[in-house]
Structures are given as C-alpha cells and as structure tokens.
C-alpha cells in the first residue's frame, strides 16, 4: 500500500470561500500530482511538481493554484471556490525511474461547492 | 479523437468467466503503459504493467500491439470481487513525464 494521505475526506462549502486541500507522502517521492475526476469521467491532470519549488500546469485548466515547500507536501488552493469546482480531486505521487513512472494515489478529496 | 480510447461498458459476466478490454491510444510517442483499478468512488490502484512481450499476473494477462496502437486485458476465472471500472493508462515522455488515462471499462462480475 502506498503511504499517501489527503485531508479533508469530503468538503462542502459555499462560493466564494478559499480552501485548501492537504495532500502528503512519506515515500520521499520527488514527484507529486493532482488530478480532478468528475463522475463516470476520466482523470485529468491539473497539476504536477518534479521536486521542491517545481510547479507545473497539466493539461486540464485549472484556476487552482500549488505550491511545493516540502518534498512531502502538494497543497491544492482554490481562492474562491465556485458550483463549477465540484468534482473529486486526487493527489498522487511517483519516484523517478528514469523514463517510467509508476503513480501511487491518495484516498481523494470529494468537494462539493454550493 | 481521445488519446486513450476504452468501451465503457459495462461488461456483466458471471462468476468463473474469462473477459477481455480492449484500449487504443492516439500518441505514437506513448513509452509505457498500464492497468490501473477503479473502485466505485476510491482511488485508482495500479493493477499491472504491460510488457510488449505481453505479461502475466496470476489471472490477469496484458498485451501490447504498437503497430496498431492497441493494448488489451485478459481476466480468466472471473470473481466476484474483479468488479470495477479498468482504467488504461498511458505514459509519455517528452522532457517530462505524465501518464494519461482512459474514461475505464466497467466490469460487474455477478453470482
């Protein structure tokens, strides 16, 4: 099992407000992601990070933003959450293995914006 | 076109059963690729890798065809507990690396 942990579980919270999702691993993998997933839908990449003080955009846009202080550490922050922002939000994390990664995930965090 | 296309399904079989995904990918470029297993509202767990010499997991079996861009699932000996969404996975690397993942093909194994 890999030891990856997202808090809040479950979030519902009204527009306008900012949150924050956690996201952490003790596997001391460089690489970390989020991905967003709507029901019955595929994942899509919002956000990478190769390491400490990386931050990508992936390919779904997002106007979440990231930040990577802690190798551990991948927080997701929505400045103002919207109705649209409802979705499950899933954070992973992969070591380097040269060109193939494998990616571990955490539990998910289910948002619902009212 | 989707970079990873899979028939959603769902794919109702009984206990016991052999059943077979299929998954075609757009990206020639594409170096790995994978099973990942979905579970009504969990995360994805990787299930297996695929070799393209083809690789065997207990009942599982994976195949690879790069010529036609075409990768597939085997489960023999179905169980109930075999039931879940079968995501394919596909990697690129271009400088970086990402994998992209298919909508997932249901499965509901039933008694």
């Known amino acids: 099992e890999a030891d990856i942990y997202q808090t809040p579980r479950y979030l519902v919270i009204g527009t306008g407000k900012k949150i924050t999702l956690e996201c952490s691993q003790t596997m001391g993998h460089d690489k970390m992601y989020w991905y967003q997933q709507d029901p019955g839908m595929e994942l899509h990449l919002i956000h990478y990070?190769?390491?400490?003080?990386?931050?990508e955009k992936g390919d779904l846009s997002s106007e979440s933003t990231v930040s990577r202080i802690r190798t551990e550490h991948f927080p997701l922050t929505l400045e103002s959450a919207r109705p649209s922002h409802t979705s499950q939000y899933l954070c992973?994390?992969?070591?380097?293995?040269?060109?193939?990664?494998?990616?571990?995930f955490g539990p998910g965090t289910r948002l619902t914006v009212l | 076109r989707k970079e990873v296309e899979q028939d959603p399904g769902p794919f109702n079989v009984p206990e016991g059963a052999t059943v077979a995904f299929n998954c075609t990918y757009s990206?020639?470029?594409?170096?790995?690729f994978f099973w990942y297993r979905q579970d009504c509202r969990k995360e994805p767990k990787l299930l297996m890798s695929v070799y393209s010499s083809g690789n065997e997991d207990g009942r599982f079996t994976a195949q690879l065809n790069r010529a036609s861009q075409y990768i597939s699932l085997l489960i023999r000996d179905s169980k109930l507990s075999d039931s879940a969404t079968y995501l394919c996975v596909v990697n690129r690397y271009s400088g970086y690396s990402t994998l992209t993942f298919g909508k997932g093909t249901m499965l509901l194994v039933s008694p």
């Open positions: 992973a994390s992969s070591e380097s293995r040269g060109r193939t990664d494998t990616q571990y």
């Open positions: 990070s190769y390491g400490v003080n990386s931050t």
């Open positions: 990206n020639s470029a594409s170096q790995s």
